[in-house]
């Protein structure tokens, strides 16, 4: 394994050995690691000593079931806390395979322009992208997979990635080739677009596998793991079915499903962008339910979303996306909320941000609330990066401020994802203390609070939601290290032999004698990492709190948001 250390103003690339104390790091454990070591916390996001850094997870290219997540750590420019955002596609694997460890992007050219990356096995080139410049994603992946290859992996920046908008993702090609899976929270990004990248080309010939130091007992171990996923309810039955958007009807019934800017916890038209409908119009229009995200992937909850022509429309279609631009909005046109779903993968900003903003621009009165023609505008607007455009591409809390809003639903300016933390608490402790800013994959509560994975505890009541979500931002930040889906952690929630599973892969895979104890520990350090560069920034204990108007009552249950300020100062108290 080596780390590539790419500099954008020199345009060199040079390659270090692995040190010692990266060697049991991966995907987010390692980004954060690279981050807090190298960058400045108080520098600029968008500045020459901000650095990206690109990782693959521990077992990412490996035979383990659905591990091919992918890490890119940043100061977000957005939050201005330290961050990684993860996403799935063809990424992981491949670099894995080509034995990268990290690639280390820093510095900037002295004069804004646009250059693409090639990694192969023959090793990283710096080419001009001038051509592709204000170009959609769509359009930059058929031309460099024409230019370089049907099979070449694409990572790329649509039109905000290029302006350098905060709400900026960076977008990786699925199996299909399609631009749909997204490192896409904190404006990641903009930073790549700061570093003068348009694009990621990664091809990584015939090498088809790593190596391992146990491939029999790797073979065990995985076999072993992947049936207690498949066994699983939740991640073996509902979401290869419905996909995540079974959440819809679930969080509704449960008064959970933010709607109208977090005024209600109930949709009405909730059945008609749920999980249930969405599989439906999928098989009408000859579409698939049923897609894995990235090679190796089991669960397969991404899905190919057709038009009413039955031409493909969308992919990687989830219940996050489906909600911002559904029930928080109040638009109950699936087929307009999947347009706009092709139009952020198109131009690259995070779904969640982008609905978020748009309810934001709602509660303005820039356009009315259920406007789903207004708010197709609005993101084609961000594309051609007029005026109206670039506040939306800059995210909630921005637009908040353009439109002088009071009520903007954010923590640390990053918007708050679908779930009401008055009536699922355990997430909104998570919201308040991650330190990525409004996070719902940082704890995901939801498991214990309304879906019973892994215990119950009662989402209307206050207690035990600050251990639940310490311990699930514990089991995460761990996870995330490895290249496994967060979605595994429903059977290492509920079945006692997954996690030692996990560690008898890595230990298989890189000769190491780790076990649940080291695991639970690499969690801990990495949010202490994380903690203390927030800390260095300029962060204190007054940013892990919720927005004020979450001391509203939110029907159906008429609930507030009632942990108190020093209840949260204790969560990730280790």
Wanted: with cysteine; aromatic share 6%.
């Amino acid at each position: 394994m080596k780390i590539c250390r790419i500099n954008m103003r020199n345009k060199s690339v040079t390659f270090e050995d692995v040190k010692a104390d990266y060697l049991a790091l991966g995907g987010r454990g390692l980004t954060s690691r690279i981050i807090s070591d190298e960058v400045d916390p108080t520098c600029h996001p968008l500045g020459r000593n901000n650095k990206l850094v690109i990782a693959p997870g521990l077992l990412s290219g490996t035979m383990a079931p659905s591990s091919g997540r992918l890490s890119v750590g940043t100061k977000s420019p957005l939050t201005g806390t330290i961050k990684e955002s993860n996403a799935g596609g063809t990424a992981a694997q491949s670099l894995a395979k080509l034995g990268y460890k990290a690639i280390i992007i820093e510095d900037k050219p002295a004069e804004h322009e646009l250059n693409l990356l090639k990694i192969t096995p023959e090793g990283i080139t710096i080419e001009d992208a001038d051509y592709l410049t204000m170009k959609g994603n769509y359009e930059v992946g058929d031309i460099l997979r024409e230019k370089f290859g049907a099979k070449t992996t694409v990572m790329s920046l649509g039109q905000a990635g290029e302006m350098r908008l905060t709400s900026a993702s960076i977008a990786v090609t699925d199996t299909e080739g399609h631009p749909t899976r997204h490192c896409g929270r904190g404006g990641t990004g903009a930073v790549l677009g700061s570093k003068g990248i348009k694009a990621i080309v990664i091809d990584p010939g015939k090498i088809n596998e790593v190596n391992y130091h146990d491939r029999n007992a790797f073979i065990k171990a995985s076999r072993s793991f992947a049936k207690m996923v498949l066994d699983h309810p939740v991640s073996g039955q509902g979401l290869p079915t419905y996909g995540t958007a079974v959440l819809v009807n679930i969080l509704n019934e449960a008064g959970g499903l933010p709607t109208d800017n977090f005024r209600d916890g109930r949709f009405e038209f909730a059945e008609s962008i749920s999980g249930e409908t969405m599989y439906e119009t999928i098989n009408k229009r000859n579409g698939n339910p049923t897609h894995a995200c990235h090679p190796g992937c089991i669960m397969k909850c991404s899905q190919i979303y057709n038009d009413k022509n039955g031409e493909y429309l969308t992919g990687g279609f989830e219940y996050e996306t489906i909600w911002a631009f559904g029930a928080h909005c109040h638009i109950k046109d699936l087929d307009a909320i999947a347009m706009m779903d092709r139009l952020c993968d198109d131009i690259g900003i995070d779904t969640i941000e982008a609905g978020v903003t748009i309810g934001i621009a709602m509660e303005g009165k820039y356009i009315e609330l259920g406007d789903k023609d207004g708010a197709i505008q609005l993101l084609k607007e961000v594309g051609k990066g007029s005026p109206i455009g670039r506040i939306i591409g800059n995210g909630a809390a921005f637009t908040g401020q353009a439109f002088g809003t009071e009520r903007v639903p954010v923590v640390k300016k990053q918007a708050i994802p679908a779930y009401d933390p008055r009536s699922v608490k355990g997430i909104g402790v998570t919201y308040a203390t991650t330190p990525m800013g409004a996070d719902h994959t940082a704890g995901y509560s939801v498991t214990a609070n309304v879906l019973g994975v892994g215990g119950s505890i009662d989402p209307l009541k206050k207690e035990g939601q600050v251990e639940l979500s310490r311990n699930l931002q514990v089991a995460t930040a761990a996870l995330d290290s490895t290249g496994l889906c967060l979605f595994v952690a429903f059977p290492i929630l509920d079945n006692d032999g997954a996690l030692p599973e996990i560690a008898h892969m890595i230990n298989a895979k890189y000769n190491t004698e780790i076990g649940v104890p080291e695991i639970v520990s690499l969690g801990q350090e990495i949010l202490k990492l994380e903690k203390e560069f927030n800390k260095n920034a300029g962060f204190t204990k007054s940013h892990d709190r919720l927005p004020e108007f979450f001391k509203e009552k939110l029907a159906p249950h008429n609930v507030t948001f009632d942990i108190t300020g020093e209840e949260l100062d204790t969560t990730l108290e280790f």
